[in-house]
């Protein structure tokens, strides 16, 4: 086939010959064969049709006068990690990330091992977490990830609590092949995002990691960082039932969402105990939000419940189907939309833009 019909995956633009030889080290490793561009006028010839293109320092500043159109997928490389003026440069040119080299090396080496998958990670990422013991934020994930796998779209449910009893449990797949979080322990690098999706249990499609009985107290953050990275390049929603006590792995998730949901009931008490998260949980989190959830007796309104946390509210989930738990125990966890639960999952969705895929 002719290479020239198709566009590069990867484009490399730099006269610095000593970065190039850097960068194609890196390329190789990951097995990427990357276009090369030497000047100012081959970058701007090949600007729009690469996933990713990885701009030299020395072509930074020439290309950032031309005012370039601006795109995804743009990376400053090589960059002086003591230069003021660096990251106003990859600004100017709408790059996405800086990789100082060579103390970033392995990171852009993972970007360039992205576009192996189609491109950079675009999952949607909900992180949840309760803002007190049983909050039910795990079971909110879990409606939020069927009704996104009911919806057509490419679904992944982690479980990253590993003392919090097993997310399968619930959906009744304990009893289905498929790996789990012990056979992934020592996870490190760059994950197959395909060989993770065939390698978990399924259920109505929805792929489900969670834990088996053994006695596993803690996950090394760098197989969360692993299993996170190939779940969002195989996945158009990724969703993370997350512990309320921070650990390097739980960080290392809620660093990757779009989004992390503090799941409160609507009490004085629930609310007191999420106030302490909060402060941490801003540290980790980019888009960090409350979901208010109804209380046994009457409590606090929703927006009381934002107002205490100084968050904005994402849904108000109504009072949870009696039956509810007694399906949860059973296995036979079913949020159907005419619920409460259904109707918060959906919107939660909609909210961050998956409805219209619903018939996809």
Not at 8 to 28: N, Q, S
Not at 207 to 212: I, K
Not at 299 to 313: F, R
Request: aromatic share 2%; net charge negative.
């Amino acid at each position: 086939m002719d290479n020239t019909s198709l566009p590069p995956a990867v484009l490399f633009a730099t006269a610095d010959e000593m970065l190039l030889d850097d960068l194609l080290r890196l390329a190789a490793a990951v097995e990427v064969t990357p276009q090369v561009e030497h000047d100012l006028l081959g970058l701007r010839r090949c600007w729009q049709s690469p996933v990713l293109v990885v701009v030299g320092q020395d072509l930074v500043e020439p290309l950032a006068r031309t005012q370039p159109v601006r795109r995804s997928g743009v990376v400053v490389a090589g960059v002086d990690p003591d230069d003021p003026e660096a990251y106003r440069r990859a600004l100017a040119i709408g790059a996405e990330g800086v990789f100082p080299l060579p103390a970033e090396e392995a990171a852009l080496g993972d970007k360039l091992a992205d576009t192996l998958d189609g491109g950079v990670l675009s999952a949607l990422t909900l992180a949840f977490v309760g803002g007190c013991g049983g909050a039910g934020a795990t079971t909110l994930a879990a409606a939020v990830a069927v009704t996104g796998s009911r919806r057509g779209l490419r679904t992944m449910l982690i479980d990253g609590d590993p003392l919090g009893g097993g997310i399968d449990l619930a959906l009744g797949s304990e009893t289905e092949q498929g790996s789990r979080w012990p056979e992934l322990i020592n996870a490190a690098g760059r994950v197959s995002s395909g060989a993770l999706r065939a390698a978990l249990p399924l259920i109505d499609g929805l792929a489900v990691l969670s834990w088996d009985q053994s006695d596993v107290p803690a996950l090394p953050p760098e197989a969360m960082r692993s299993v996170v990275g190939a779940a969002q390049r195989s996945s158009d929603l990724v969703v993370l039932d997350l512990p309320r006590r921070p650990d390097p792995a739980s960080e290392e998730a809620f660093v990757r969402a779009t989004a992390t949901l503090l799941v409160v009931p609507r009490n004085v008490r629930a609310c007191a105990a999420a106030a302490r998260l909060v402060a941490p949980l801003r540290e980790v989190a980019t888009d960090l939000r409350v979901v208010a959830r109804e209380p046994a007796l009457n409590g606090l309104s929703a927006l009381d419940v934002a107002d205490h946390l100084s968050l904005p509210l994402a849904a108000n989930v109504g009072r949870a189907e009696r039956e509810l738990a007694a399906q949860m125990d059973e296995g036979r966890f079913d949020p159907r939309p005419r619920t409460a639960l259904g109707r918060a999952a959906a919107e939660l969705l909609d909210l961050f833009g998956l409805h219209e895929l619903a018939a996809a």
